[in-house]
């Protein structure tokens, strides 16, 4: 049976959804290696070994793997990828049970934040696990939370959404809302780690839940002051007893639905990856923080007309994304690229790449490659190339790369 998965990765929890399944797997994101030979032991059973001194812990592993950091166990020295693969290896032999790794047929891992390097990283880790080529993805909160609450009921997100999600150390706010108009809908997700976070342990005592209450209901009151909401969801660890939130749900139950579902993130990356495997074609333009809110292009002269040739569409993921494109120079050293938000409060920008040092040659003599790469949500690096012009000029190894903040 094939499987489609979304693993919500996490420094305090870990939570792994099944396409189509609707219980979810939740564990610590903590690894244990048994000092006398290479075995892994994760989750609570990694804390059980490292108390009774026969193993040695490692927690927080997404922190670790940001900063590429590293582990030693005995006289072995383990990379952050390694530990976070062998990590993944143990969680998901967890949560398919009976079934096996070689039923994955796609796995999208989703992170709290997209950052290239972490996303770097994280891709080799998943890739570490032997699943085929081209099998996975990795994504954001955000982008997993489009995913999960488009299938829903329109009437839950006819007006603003808004997402709390408490865990172990992290608050976080996000928001969700359908820009309907002419042409494609626009849906656009955007979050917040709120400064009012604490940690999940003042909850095991009466003055810390209220405290803990206030704090939250005050925070939903500065959030959603003045705007109308068609629903709340609530997610996390800290939510999976609400009792002792009592100012907070007062307000936030207002004239609107609340819902607190376990794994939202998780289910969304997984909602995603079985709908990227079915081919199911987005006909939304989605914005949030692993696709790009603008559109890169530039003004070109094709057959005699002026075209604009669009480098990267607004809405793609970034991550990854390449563009290539070959043209001719006419009495110009450089290229203008213009970047059109999405947003129409922000305004169109251009910024020039130049050619470099080329050699010397007639007017429109001089044939170039582009190589568009996205480096990030507001960066790009370009990269020109000499081709030289038929048998006339022969190509050099001039080059020239350039990046580009936006």
């Not at 696990?129 to 954001?140: A, K, T, V, Y």
């Not at 489009?146 to 996000?174: C, M, Q, R, T």
């Not at 939903?220 to 997610?235: G, H, N």
């Not at 790449?353 to 429109?364: I, K, M, Q, T, V």
Request: with cysteine.
């Amino acid at each position: 049976m094939a499987l489609r998965i979304g693993v919500d990765l996490c420094d305090d929890y870990t939570v792994i959804s099944v396409a189509g399944e609707d219980e979810v797997t939740s564990m610590p994101t903590v690894i244990c290696r048994d000092k006398k030979k290479e075995y892994w032991h994760i989750g609570e059973e990694a804390y059980r070994m490292a108390l009774s001194g026969k193993g040695v812990l490692t927690d927080k592993l997404v922190s670790l793997l940001k900063k590429d950091g590293r582990s030693t166990v005995g006289d072995r020295t383990y990379s952050s990828v390694e530990l976070c693969t062998e990590f993944l290896r143990f969680a998901l032999k967890e949560a398919l049970g009976d079934r096996e790794l070689q039923d994955i047929e796609g796995l999208c891992l989703v992170l709290h934040k997209a950052d290239p390097e972490l996303m770097d990283r994280a891709s080799e880790a998943v890739a570490a696990l032997g699943l085929p080529e081209g099998s996975f993805r990795i994504s954001s909160h955000e982008e997993a939370l489009i995913h999960y609450i488009l299938p829903k009921e329109k009437e839950l997100y006819n007006n603003l959404v808004a997402v709390f999600d408490l865990s172990e150390e992290v608050f976080s706010y996000y928001e969700f809302r359908v820009i309907r108009g002419v042409g494609r809908q626009t849906v656009m997700c955007s979050g917040t780690d709120l400064e009012e976070a604490f940690h999940i342990d003042v909850l095991k005592t009466d003055s810390g839940r209220k405290l803990a209450d206030h704090i939250i209901a005050e925070c939903a009151r500065k959030l959603m002051d003045r705007k109308i909401y068609s629903s709340v969801f609530l997610t996390g660890k800290g939510f999976s007893d609400t009792e002792w939130a009592e100012e907070f749900k007062e307000f936030i139950c207002k004239r609107r639905r609340v819902i607190f579902e376990e794994g939202i993130f998780a289910r969304g990356a997984a909602i995603y990856m079985d709908e990227l495997l079915r081919g199911v074609q987005e006909d939304r333009l989605v914005i949030c923080d692993t696709r790009l809110s603008a559109e890169i292009g530039m003004e070109v002269s094709a057959e005699g007309r002026q075209s604009r040739l669009i480098l990267a569409p607004a809405g793609i993921c970034w991550y990854g994304y390449k563009a290539h494109a070959e043209f001719i120079p006419d009495r110009q050293d450089h290229a203008d690229i213009d970047i059109v938000p999405v947003d129409r409060h922000r305004s169109r920008v251009t910024r020039s790449a130049g050619f470099g040092e080329l050699p010397e040659r007639p007017d429109r003599c001089t044939r170039l490659s582009m190589d568009l790469s996205l480096k990030g949500p507001d960066q790009m690096e370009i990269c020109f190339k000499d081709m030289g012009f038929g048998d006339f000029f022969p190509a050099t190894e001039a080059e020239t790369v350039t990046e580009i903040d936006f």
